[in-house]
């Protein structure tokens, strides 16, 4: 029996959305930089296409042997979402990795007591607080 013309359009137009459902939500997804938090890097309105299978955990499954899975590295740029309210997604990018120490002394970044050459400016205030007792906790 020969279908109708409505039906095979209803019929491909519900598969190319399944697939784009599918995509954005294991594979792609577009993102747009909401804030100036990260402009040394990212501008305020940039899009960016993040893989979203490239850091996923699942270690010993087939999937993971099909697909390039790998751990974060220094400098990747990571999509998450905020722990406090799920519904927010930071943009950050990754200046260490597990077992790192991370220090700011004198707004220099330290990781694993050596000190970063960090082109980025990590903090915009230009007042530098010594580590002493005699500045209160309200300002440093």
Same mark, same amino acid.
Not at 68 to 88: I, L, M, N, S
Not at 95 to 120: C, F, H, S, W
């Given at each position: 029996?020969?279908?109708?013309?409505?039906?095979?359009?209803?019929?491909?137009?519900?598969?190319?959305?399944?697939?784009?459902?599918? &995509?954005?939500? $294991?594979? @792609?997804?577009?993102?747009?930089?909401?804030?100036?938090?990260?402009?040394?890097?990212?501008?305020? *309105? #940039?899009?960016?296409?993040?893989?979203?299978?490239?850091?996923?955990?699942?270690?010993?499954?087939?999937?993971?042997?099909?697909?390039?899975?790998?751990?974060?590295?220094?400098?990747? &740029?990571?999509? $998450?979402? @905020?722990?406090?309210?799920?519904?927010?997604?930071?943009?950050?990018?990754?200046?260490?990795?597990? *077992? #790192?120490?991370?220090?700011?002394?004198?707004?220099?970044?330290?990781?694993?007591?050596?000190?970063?050459?960090?082109?980025?400016?990590?903090?915009?205030?230009?007042?530098?607080?010594?580590?002493?007792?005699?500045?209160?906790?309200?300002?440093?």
């Amino acid at each position: 029996m020969k279908k109708s013309v409505a039906r095979e359009y209803y019929e491909a137009i519900l598969v190319a959305f399944l697939l784009a459902l599918f &995509v954005r939500t $294991f594979v @792609f997804e577009n993102f747009k930089i909401p804030s100036g938090s990260m402009e040394e890097n990212l501008l305020i *309105g #940039d899009q960016l296409v993040v893989n979203k299978f490239i850091f996923a955990g699942n270690g010993g499954s087939f999937l993971h042997r099909l697909f390039p899975y790998r751990a974060p590295q220094r400098g990747d &740029v990571v999509v $998450f979402k @905020f722990p406090e309210d799920t519904r927010r997604d930071f943009i950050k990018r990754c200046v260490a990795v597990g *077992g #790192d120490t991370v220090e700011l002394r004198r707004k220099q970044l330290y990781i694993n007591g050596e000190m970063q050459d960090e082109p980025q400016v990590i903090h915009r205030d230009v007042r530098v607080y010594d580590d002493s007792p005699a500045v209160p906790i309200s300002s440093r």
